[in-house]
């Protein structure tokens, strides 16, 4: 039993830093982290949008709107302007304007509420940084589990990882990145068959 307690409390420590494992803490200059891809009030964000959950797939238009400071409406249509679901954050609140009934379920809610909640969420308090060669990795603390965000050299946000104590369980990937707008973000799931993939639409 004893040996057992130890393995588990190594195999607990270990996957504890899996994000930032083998990466050299910084020195804390900045105590905030801005994201800043949907911060622009003057945008409208519209994505062509391939969500999974589960066995079931959805397509069409997501649509992302700061209306004002820590206020975002997010619209899923189908290609036919058809809602799919209708959300609203203002500030820690998460309102259903409306959902379809294959999508009415607790689990599906609270996953999509994580995920939207860390992606458009502007502004983060610091808890640590960490760095190698090109990457800084800066530790956000949430009422339940950590937000990692990762920047290249320039500063430039490149993954959110969303963790509890012990593992990474949401990775949102942004690339083809410029004047603050990423054209393409995937949302992957470590520990749920949910993926959401984006594909920017406007020219601006």
């Given at each position: 039993m004893r040996y057992l307690i130890i393995s588990l409390t190594l195999l607990l420590s270990s996957c504890s830093i899996s994000v930032i494992k083998g990466l050299k803490k910084d020195v804390l200059e900045e105590t905030h982290f801005t994201n800043l891809y949907f911060a622009d009030l003057s945008i409208d964000y519209v994505y062509k949008a391939k969500i999974k959950i589960f066995n079931d797939f959805f397509g069409g238009i997501l649509i992302i709107?700061?209306?004002k400071e820590n206020n975002h409406r997010i619209l899923f249509t189908t290609s036919f302007g058809n809602k799919i679901f209708d959300f609203e954050i203002i500030d820690e609140t998460f309102k259903i304007l409306y959902i379809i009934d294959q999508l009415n379920n607790k689990a599906i809610i609270k996953t999509l509420k994580s995920d939207f909640e860390n992606l458009i969420r502007e502004h983060n308090t610091l808890y640590n940084v960490f760095a190698?060669?090109?990457?800084?990795v800066y530790q956000s603390k949430l009422s339940k589990g950590y937000n990692y965000y990762i920047t290249n050299e320039t500063g430039i946000l490149l993954e959110i990882i969303h963790s509890n104590k012990f593992k990474k369980k949401t990775i949102i990937s942004f690339s083809?990145?410029?004047?603050?707008?990423a054209k393409t973000i995937s949302i992957k799931h470590n520990n749920l068959p949910l993926s959401i993939n984006l594909l920017y639409l406007n020219n601006q």
């Open positions: 709107k700061k209306i190698d060669q090109t990457n800084y083809e990145i410029k004047n603050n707008i």
